[in-house]
């Protein structure tokens, strides 16, 4: 075997066996040879180190698995999910479906019908909890994780499990171990998780759309997104009768602590970036760039602290698979990443760029790194413009802006025809670009303001105010629209069909489109532990952070800085009717920034940026969604 060298972390990688024993590696890549029809399909029950329904027994998670009938052992795909009963999984929402002895007959996705003819093994696990796994659901904890790690043990010959007749199930015999987790939403979140435990055998991960902080995934720096919100997943996905889970639901609503906002233990328990020390599996991260459910500091933060060998793609979607945007180029590239840390195949996937990214509609490019190596955190300084509409760039400029909190002012009214005085808003605006821009990274801006109440919540947008076609992420589609023509993805059987909806682009014209958003607690601006009421008439200094992002304006085009207090469309306002007096000289934006801002007039630009089109309105946020 071989080691690969990573940061601060190694990676072993097993070498391709030989082609005379192993059939299905042909010209470097594996080949459909075997009959997907004729596969083994089995259901057996993992038994897990936890018991957190308190009925005595270890709980159990049920796997079902469809692998070829083969002589040799062969390496595992594993999704783990709480949708395969209740909510489905992919554009077309397929769920589990079993034949009349309860041995599964249609595993969700291509994956089964695709990889399994080319020597993998699809192994659907569904969460404890949900579907026919005992156990409760615990929304990101310690249930969820280890019982997700116990199929891979059990792979490996480490944990136990049976049949439904409760015969003993061994998979040793058939599967090598070597294990890779693939999920989009909930289910590439327990791919973080089990790979953040450090678990032997488990190579490689590809989580899209997922979660690394379920605390930053429900709250924005103590601001809450929706009420309840943990229990209500639960329910959404438990397959347990609720006499059954009642304790750990009652754990769910006092351990998240919606009063308060605090990240504590139960938060904690459900962040997965302190110990990326300890993944060492190599990492393909998807995610959309304007994916407003899981937000991208969730890839951006989990990617900043991995060390090991990792690729990432980023769309201008909101929250969609890849399988519906690039379908043959994901299709053909999640095959050779596959190949290469399951098979042990030296196909170069893992010399090649390590970031792609869509940086117009359907426009892709393949970059070294990401961020981008070329971009400078950059200090913007906020000008007084012609007092209603303020300016961005030049040096620092005496003044103040005041509003009022306006919990019911929409994004698109915010952002619309930002020279005249909206209530509840400030609005700055840069000089038109004498050349291209490109914001990849990180933006914040900080604000020095006083507060006439114990605290507000404050609300920062980046917007581009140019006309140009745009990825309609705000749309019902979140970026694509489905077809009536449909593309095959493997093989067939009657109950299980590799064929699936092609999609397309959602692409609109507009004359403006945020970029990116932040949200801030100002009572959290200490420490997101506890509450620091602000002091009536005291100057604080309090920075939001927004969204990373990477985004490129066009020469001719305006970049706009949006300010307000309470966010009613993407967070269930706690508004306290405050008003805030914003000081210029002691407020800055900071961009991660290629390229320059051109040196601003004595006044903003005047713009003719209309509300938005109805595509691109935003909704409010609604539940982690399949």
């Not at 072993?12 to 299905?24: G, I, N, R, S």
Request: proline share 7%.
């Amino acid at each position: 075997m071989a080691v690969v060298a990573g940061v601060g972390a190694t990676l072993t990688v097993f070498a391709a066996p030989a082609a005379a024993a192993t059939p299905y590696l042909r010209g470097g890549e594996t080949v459909p040879i075997y009959s997907y029809q004729n596969a083994v399909r089995e259901s057996v029950w993992v038994q897990t180190p936890l018991d957190n329904d308190g009925d005595g027994v270890p709980d159990k998670v049920a796997v079902d698995i469809v692998r070829p009938r083969a002589g040799v052992k062969v390496p595992v795909i594993l999704e783990g999910s709480p949708y395969y009963a209740c909510c489905g999984r992919g554009n077309e929402s397929e769920l589990k479906t079993y034949d009349a002895n309860g041995v599964i007959a249609k595993e969700p996705l291509f994956y089964d019908n695709y990889f399994v003819p080319r020597g993998y093994a699809f192994v659907a696990a569904d969460l404890a909890g949900t579907n026919r796994s005992t156990g409760c659901e615990d929304v990101g904890g310690p249930e969820e994780v280890l019982g997700a790690k116990a199929v891979i043990d059990w792979l490996n010959g480490r944990a136990k499990a049976t049949y439904a007749d409760g015969t003993p199930a061994v998979a040793t015999g058939w599967t090598n171990g070597r294990t890779g987790m693939i999920g989009k939403s909930w289910d590439g979140s327990v791919a973080n998780g089990v790979a953040a435990t450090g678990v032997r055998g488990l190579e490689t991960i590809v989580p899209i759309s997922a979660i690394s902080s379920w605390y930053d995934y429900q709250r924005f720096n103590g601001v809450l997104r929706a009420t309840d919100y943990p229990e209500y997943l639960h329910e959404l996905v438990s397959g347990r009768p609720p006499e059954a889970c009642a304790a750990v639901l009652n754990g769910l609503d006092q351990g998240s602590d919606d009063a308060t906002g605090n990240f504590n233990a139960f938060w904690a328990a459900r962040n997965f970036r302190p110990d990326a020390s300890k993944v060492h599996a190599s990492v393909f991260i998807v995610h959309g760039i304007n994916d407003t459910n899981v937000t991208t500091d969730q890839f951006a933060q989990w990617w900043g602290r991995l060390g090991v060998p990792k690729k990432i793609w980023l769309s201008q979607m909101s929250h969609v698979d890849p399988f519906d945007i690039r379908r043959g180029a994901w299709v053909d590239t999640l095959h050779r990443w596959f190949d290469r840390w399951l098979q042990g195949l030296p196909n170069g996937i893992d010399r090649e760029p390590s970031a792609t990214l869509e940086t117009a509609p359907g426009t892709w490019v393949n970059e070294p790194s990401w961020p981008a190596s070329a971009a400078r955190q950059t200090r913007i300084a906020l000008g007084d413009g012609d007092g209603t509409t303020g300016t961005l760039g030049g040096g620092s400029n005496p003044g103040s802006r005041t509003w009022t909190d306006a919990p019911d002012l929409t994004e698109a009214v915010a952002t619309a025809t930002p020279n005249t005085a909206v209530p509840g808003r400030v609005a700055f605006l840069s000089a038109p670009l004498t050349g291209g821009i490109r914001i990849s990274g990180t933006p914040s801006v900080t604000m020095r303001v006083q507060v006439d109440k114990p605290t507000t919540e404050l609300t920062a947008r980046l917007v581009d105010y140019g006309t140009a076609a745009r990825v309609n992420y705000l749309g019902a589609g979140e970026g694509i629209t489905t077809l009536g023509t449909e593309s095959c993805w493997g093989e067939s059987t009657t109950a299980d069909d590799a064929c699936y909806h092609d999609t397309a682009e959602d692409v609109v014209t507009a004359d403006h489109a945020v970029l990116t958003r932040g949200w801030q607690d100002a009572a959290h601006h200490v420490s997101l532990r506890f509450v620091t009421p602000l002091r009536p008439g005291r100057w604080y200094s309090i920075t939001v952070p927004m969204q990373p992002t990477d985004q490129r304006l066009a020469a001719g085009h305006v970049l706009g800085l949006i300010l307000q207090a309470s966010d009613n469309e993407y967070s269930s306002p706690q508004s306290t009717g405050a008003t805030i007096r914003l000081d210029l000289r002691g407020s800055a934006l900071t961009l991660p920034l290629v390229g320059r801002l051109p040196m601003p007039g004595a006044t903003a630009p005047v713009l003719t940026a209309a509300p938005a089109p109805a595509g691109l309105a935003p909704q409010r946020f609604h539940p982690l969604r399949p």
